[in-house]
């Protein structure tokens, strides 16, 4: 079972199209991150948003935290070829029977964006 | 400041082989992390230490895997004996705190034939 859910899994698109990316749960994070990962390289952390409702903007990124702190959606407008990659979201939550939190990842979005 | 290292990048073993990998984690990180990624997926964690306590090892295959982080910096993984399915890319990462953001490493694939 996957603590947290992305959607779609595959994305192909053509330039300059808009696109949205949704990472849901039925926990509760105290923080939530969207990586980008290229061929052959560890991902990259995009953002980090920690405040339930809480919006944030990297250029043509818009980054969304559900007001439950359970759930949020990357969206791309205008996207580009170098936008191509695997976006992935993980949550922070306090794990089992410790006070440490626990970096858990959703299963990734592959998004291809066509010349 | 320097990144998450890992070595080595590429490994090829046989079933039933032994396999080590080594993280040297970003100099002040107390979090450390080691991931599983099956091509195509998201990172699986695998084991998660605070300086060199065990904070989660819940999904790692005590079996066959094994890790340790000595004096609470560098870390190594190791797989013995390997099986196929262990064929994926294992990421280190590291965070300042166990809340905190985490960097990565450009992780060892290996690959068990």
């Known amino acids: 079972t996957q603590l947290l859910e992305q959607s779609p899994q595959f994305l192909s698109i053509q330039e300059g199209e808009n696109l949205t990316v949704y990472c849901n749960s039925s926990?509760?994070?105290?923080?939530l991150q969207w990586y980008r990962q290229e061929p052959g390289e560890g991902p990259v952390l995009l953002v980090t948003v920690v405040t339930g409702g809480e919006v944030k903007k990297l250029k043509r990124l818009t980054f969304q935290f559900g007001d439950a702190r359970k759930d949020s959606s990357l969206h791309i407008t205008a996207a580009q070829p170098g936008d191509t990659g695997l976006y992935l979201c993980a949550g922070t939550m306090i794990a089992g029977g410790t006070s440490y939190g626990k970096l858990t990842f959703g299963q990734g979005t592959i998004l291809t964006v066509h010349p | 400041e320097a990144g998450v290292a890992q070595s080595p990048r590429y490994k090829i073993i046989e079933k039933r082989q032994s396999v080590a990998f080594w993280c040297n984690p970003i100099?002040?990180?107390?979090?450390l992390y080691w991931y599983q990624q099956i091509l195509g997926q998201g990172p699986k964690l695998l084991i998660q230490f605070q300086n060199n306590g065990v904070v989660d090892d819940s999904q790692l295959p005590k079996d066959r895997f094994s890790a340790e982080r000595l004096k609470g910096v560098d870390s190594t993984l190791k797989i013995q004996p390997a099986k196929l399915e262990d064929s994926a890319v294992y990421l280190c990462?590291?965070?300042?705190?166990?809340?905190?953001?985490?960097?990565f490493g450009q992780g060892t694939r290996l690959t068990v034939v």
């Open positions: 100099s002040g990180h107390a979090t």
């Open positions: 990462a590291s965070s300042r705190g166990d809340f905190a953001e985490a960097f």
């Open positions: 926990s509760v994070f105290s923080s």
